[in-house]
């Protein structure tokens, strides 16, 4: 699985974001795409130590599925997520673009950026997992609005 932290990786990930307009629509899931911008956003919030998120109940299993998240696997369509990243509400896709560019932009210069050591569902994560897991999930977010 390809790492936030690899400048190709990095390169794509934008190359892809400027490819999403606000019209762009959703091959599945229920938002638009001002609102899975906002939703990456504040999941790459987490790591870099601006967003705190409580542990789940479930966290104790958590760990077991943790390879799941890093492997080379995508993820599945619809796949659950923690209620602080639903968004359901009217979002401005400009503003959102940017907020994303802003939440990616930390995490560019490498593991060091990794504050948060716990994932509040998967447990002990390293930066490389964390790494894994951003882009993973970027990827699966822009798969679903076919860029």
Not at 48 to 66: E, Q
Not at 103 to 121: D, M, Q, R, V, Y
Request: charged fraction near 20%.
């Amino acid at each position: 699985m390809k790492s936030i932290f690899e400048p190709d990786a990095q390169k794509e990930i934008m190359e892809r974001l400027n490819k999403l307009t606000p019209q762009t629509p959703a091959q599945w899931g229920k938002m638009n795409a001002a609102q899975m911008l906002a939703h990456c956003t504040l999941t790459m919030q987490v790591p870099v130590g601006d967003l705190a998120v409580k542990p789940t109940f479930f966290r104790y299993i958590g760990r077991f599925f943790k390879s799941m998240a890093t492997n080379d696997k995508p993820f599945s369509k619809n796949s659950p997520t923690a209620a602080e990243f639903v968004i359901s509400d009217g979002r401005d896709f400009n503003k959102e673009r940017s907020n994303f560019t802003v939440a990616f932009n930390k995490l560019i210069p490498g593991e060091h950026t990794i504050k948060i050591s716990n994932h509040s569902f998967f447990g002990l994560m390293t930066p490389l997992e964390w790494g894994k897991l951003m882009y993973k999930h970027a990827d699966h977010h822009f798969k679903q609005f076919g860029v």
